[in-house]
């Protein structure tokens, strides 16, 4: 048919029915109005093929209203919509039904829009009833409910029995009144929705969405977002068996009162989220969250920072997270953070991503919760509470330890704890990639016992609740823990004041990495760190400070080190930019020492405006450390007179004069060591009282300071120039 296909019927008790059984169709715009007192009726049976425009089908009174394919009889029929279908229903006692049986497939390329105004006994519905049917609507699905009463089956419906079930865009579900709202998905239904999914009760009783069997799988790409308005009843998401869902997008929970949301999962049901769970803030934050032990939750965004939502709610609504698995590839860390206490109940396994916490907003993990798979690539920077005494077996003497999933820094770096004596115990234990020293933890303060402190790492563990005991281990790893070659004389180090010697009770590892365990039970808790009985187990130089300060027309540069292990020498470089750098001091370093040094330089020719300085330490073998950046502003010298450049120089980078304010005379230039000996001298004419030249003498002068004279009838300048020729 070349042209639109229009049904009217005004009054009366007239069908309407439009009904294929076998043949195809082809036609434009399919359009329905009816007023009169009976059904509408499409029926597409055995193997028909129609093919329509857009479908509005328009009733204000009658009884049901049925899109059935393949309802009757028969096998893979097909309905291909090329536009929207839009479906108004207003008539007394009626339904709604959009049914697909029996490897049908309905293709809509628009928008599917269902509008039911009930009046007592009558549902909307779309069923897709088994493994081999299709709905597939390249827009977006509305779906609403008014009118009718609670107990009526006044019920609004999705309900997926098997088969493939997708969208392009949203589906909204919204109850205004009547019974009850469903998203049904059992035997093997997949479910496909390229947008929000959207449940939203204004009025009637229940709203549920339940994912009810094994091989089950909805995906939404996009947000859940279930708002409970008014009604009797409540808004459920609810998960069973070992079906799997997947949300790249958020799960947003609105209510006015405690007990309207929940979050329902059961069995060895999985969600997979790529957004967060957010529920209003307080006094508003309702919706619950209930998980089955086995039950999973997997936090696993690749394009962006997640949240691990905290337990308290408001109205006694609470998220109870069982098992959880950390598996976020977002290219920033950290890639999840914690928000007021996060307590895991069962088991978390870390995968990849770094959590971010404090004591305030702090991951939990209680007691009997087991946990796997901490790494570099996925720990928690920042704190960790551990309630209670299970489970047991991570590293200790006994094998009845926990180990704390922290780090900093990108590297993994646990502090482990023997089993305590109560299933109240808590812990609290964070690590700190820098020195205990710069904290105020003062690393010269020590008993005799210990020769140095670690200047890489500390961790804090403090107590929470309860009064435990329990015997202490720490970690290391090279290159974050700065060297450890003698196992024997590590040991581990407790602030109480000063540092104190805990022993060195059990240790297993090898200079790339291992764990030491304090010789006894511990019941005062603040830092620990590494230490060494014996100048090995390097732990490396320390600095205290490094500074650069201008002082008239040069820069003073000072650094102060507590701790030097193999420590051979140091440069300082300068930079205009900061980013590319020469070398213009070296100081020889102290090699092995543990006392306070101090290092005094100058630079005497510093460059105009901003520049910058750095400190590199260098050991014996070679490796090296680069610290901190200072800049200094200098505005530069204007009185006359003498600058030499580069200072320091070499014999492969010469110094330059430059003269000023001379006049037009001959200047006497000189060169000599501290002993006076003579190493250049020459004569320069200037011209208008400005002279440069290069300072060659013919030959390498060696490494040292010079001073260097310009002299004429009347004025006389002196620098002091500084050599450094390669070893």
Known sequence: INGNVNFTVSAGYDDIHFDMDRGDMTCGDLTINYSGGNDVQIEVDQTSVLTTGNVDIDMNSGDDCFLHLNDNAGNDAKWNVTGDVDVFHNSAAADVELFIHQHSKLDISGNLSITHIATGGDHCEIQIDNDADTLQVG?????????????????????????VFTTGGDVSMTLNGGDDCHFD?????????????SITQNGGDDSRLDIAHNNVRLVVNGDVNLRHNAGTGLIEFETNWNSITDINGSFNLTAFAGGDLLIDMNNTSSLLIEGNFNRAASPNKYGELDMAANSTIEFNSAVNAQIIPQDAGDG???????????????????????????????????VNGIIS????????????????????????????RKVGRNPIGEFT????GFA???GGGGEYAPIYITRPGASTDAFDATYINSPAHDAGYDSTSKVPALDHISSMEYWLLEVNAGAPSVQVALSWEDPRSGGVDNL????????QGTWTDEGNGYITGSPAAGIVQSAAAISTFSPFTLSSVAITNPLPVELLSFNAHLNGTQVDISWETANEINCDYFI?????????WEKIIQTAGAGNSTSFISYFEVDFEPLKGVSYYRLTQFDYDGSSETFNIVPVEYLGNDEPGMTIFPNPASADNLPNIHLTDFGNEPILVVVRDITGKEFYSKVIITENGDALTAIDPGQQIPSGAYLVTASSENRLYSKKLIIQNAQ
């Open 316 to 350: 006694g609504d609470g998220f109870d997270l069982e098992t959880v698995i950390i598996n976020n590839t977002f290219g920033t860390a950290p890639q999840l953070s914690t928000e007021g206490l996060s307590t895991i109940n069962n088991s978390i396994t870390f």
């Open 572 to 580: 300082v470089e300068r930079s205009a930019d900061g980013m590319s």
């Open 139 to 163: 827009g977006a699905i509305s779906m609403s409910l008014s009118g009718g009463a609670i107990g009526t089956n006044d019920d609004l419906r999705i309900d997926q029995n098997g088969g």
């Open 357 to 384: 916490s404090t004591q305030a907003n702090i991951l939990v993990i209680a007691d009997g919760t087991s946990k796997a798979g901490a790494s570099d690539a996925s720990h928690v920077d920042g704190y960790v």
């Open 397 to 400: 003497s006994t094998t009845e």
């Open 404 to 406: 704390f999933p922290v």
């Open 185 to 197: 998905l059992t035997n093997t239904s997949l479910a496909t929705i390229n947008g929000n999914l």
């Open 488 to 495: 024997p004389d590590l040991r581990v180090a407790h602030w």
